[in-house]
Structure formats: structure tokens, C-alpha cells
């Protein structure tokens, strides 16, 4: 069971491994682009060319779909961001219940967007764990646990990527030891427990009164979705790329403007911009930007 491009590799190292894939369970095709043509989800996708069949019900707590599970008989289900809770009926279904992979060191980051909220949170630590799936949301036993560092260069999209594949290997290792007899159900602390809620666009908006290292945590957790933004007069300008520097400023003022550098201060330090992109323009680095775009300083950023 699963739907976005992050549950792929999860999907493709069963696929190459031993064990038997007999059908794989997606949410329904969404409408895409301009032209709102009906797209089908990326496991989707892979499954047909590997002619599994693939089953994508609008709603996964109906008899007909209950029934259609209990007559595949799988011996477990891998769950990899389906994006819906799985309910009791499912879990009790397979002989070896339902196992989830989950990127966060859990229990911190529960929910919808672990690896964006565990960036923007300024966590220099992750992981990737496979759980044991109870009706609770992210809350099951620990099963497998494999810690990842996050880099300075990383953003959501680099995490993302890293997250995913180590996932499906260790999907594949959990089901080998879990047939086996060979795991230790580790059950988390609920007095550790974080959340990790689905993001929204808004939550991209920069307050240029937060500090320059709270505010480039948020741009590298919210690349490249939803992405980050503030005002520059009356258009809307996306931030991809930042960097601390030294300098200091009022929130959101642009304190140097030269051929190469936008540097604009926050509540504490300075940021130097590297990768914009101006609403109705293009996504540019910054010496391209400024040389289509005069902004002086003393400029006032945000709205």
C-alpha cells in the first residue's frame, strides 16, 4: 500500500527481492497540470510494468474492499505513505499484520510530513523505521531502526530521495527477519512523541523577524514543496537557496545589494539569498536575478 513517489523504492525492492508482490494498492488517479488530465500514481505506474495488479479504492473502510483484501490472502502488507489510516479490519487481515515505513526517528515526527518538519525543526539526526502498524497514527511497535544524518547541503528533496531507498532495503531485511522470528518489537515512549502535521502552502510564508537560522532551516524543510516566499513590493518572490552570513539589520531589510549578493537581516543575522525566483519570472540564481532586477538597499521585505 502506497501512493507517492517516496513509496517507489519500498515498492521496487519487493519487486526484486524474493518474496511474491500480488497486487498493490494506491490512492485513485488525481487530476494534474493546466489541463487537469487524470494522472495515475507513481507505484501505479511501476506496478503495471511488472503486471501486478493494482487496486485503488476511494475508500479503504467499505465490505467490497475488505472482502477483495481477504480473498488476496497476503501473508503481510508494507505500507510506504499510502496516505490514509489503515483500520483495524486491515491490520487483523494478514498473518504477519501490516508493517509501515516511516522516515523519522521515531517517536518524534509523527505524521504526514516527518522529513520536511524534522529539517525545518534545525534536527541534525533522522532516520528511517519500520513499524508494526497498529490502529494509532504512526504509534506501533518499533520493529527496525536505521539512523541518517542531515547535512547542511540537504533539503527535503535531497532527504526525500536518501530516505526512500534506504527504506525499501530495510523493508525487505525487516520481512526476512520478521519471517524468521528473528525481531524485538520495541514499543516508543510516549513522552517523546512530536508531530509532523501535512504541510500547507502558507506554512512557506518567511517571518523575517525569526532568526537567519530558523528561517534557513524552513527554506531547506519546505524545498521543493510548498517552497518558501515573502514580498518584494507587490509580487511574491520564492526563496530556494540561502546561506548565513555576518551583518546585521532590521527584519526583512535588504542591508547590501551589489552585481553578485542580496543579503536581507533578520530578528538575528543576516541572510545572504542565492536562488529566487520572482512571481511571472523564472527560477534564477542570484547574479542572474539582480541583473533584470534593481532593488536597493533599505528595502523592506514581507508584507
Known sequence: MGTPEFAVPSLKALIESEH???A???QPDKPKGRGHKLTAPPTKILAEQYNIPVLQPEKIKTDEFLKELEELDPDVICVTAYG???PKSILEIPEYGCINVHPSLLPKYRGAAPINWTIVRGEKMTAVTIMQMDEGMD???MLLVREVPISDQDDAGTMFEKLSLIGGEMLVETIGLLTEGKLNPVKQDESLVTYAPMLKKSDGEINWEKSAL???NLIRGLNPWPGTFTKLGQKTLKIFK???VEGQGKPGEVVLSSKNDLHIAT???VLDILEVQIEGGKRLDIKS???GHQIKEGTILGS
Open 139 to 141: 504509534s506501533g511497535d
Open 84 to 86: 490514509k489510516i489503515i
Open 24 to 26: 498493490v494498492i494506491a
Open 242 to 244: 540561502t546561506k548565513i
Open 267 to 269: 530578528g538575528d543575522g
Open 214 to 216: 530558523e528561517i534557513w
Open 20 to 22: 511474491e508482490v500480488i
Open 289 to 291: 536575478f539582480i541583473a
